[in-house]
C-alpha cells in the first residue's frame, strides 16, 4: 500500500498528515519527509494520524526518531486522531506515555489554505 505524506506549516508549527500504512518499505519515504521538514526547524510538529491503518515498529522508530530531533531544539511532536489499531500500538510500547497523544487534530494546527 502506498503512504501519503502531506505537510503544512505556518508560524514555525507544522501540521503532518499521514495516509495508508507505516511500515518496512514506506518508513523510508516518511523519514525523508520528516527530514525534510526538520531543517526548517519547526517549534511544534503535529501528527495527523487519523488516515493512517497499519504502522509496525519500523514506523514508531521513524516518529520516536522525529520526536528526539524536534526535542534537541526545544521543540515539541505530538501525534492526533490514532486509528485504534494505532492506538493500540501505542498503548501496548508504552508510546503513549512518550508522545503527547490528541483525540483529534488540535483545531489551532487546522490552518486555512489561504492563511
Known sequence: MELKVSTRSHAGHALVAIAGEIDL???PRLQSEFTRLLQDGPSR???DMSQVDFCD???MNVLLSALKRVRER???LEVAAPRPAVRKILQVTGLDSVFTVHEE???EML????S
Open 57 to 59: 515498529s519500523t514506523g
Open 105 to 107: 487534530v488540535p483545531e
Open 74 to 76: 526545544g521543540g515539541q
Open 25 to 27: 518499505y514506506t518508513a
Open 111 to 114: 490552518i486555512s489554505e489561504g
Open 45 to 47: 510538529v503535529v501528527i
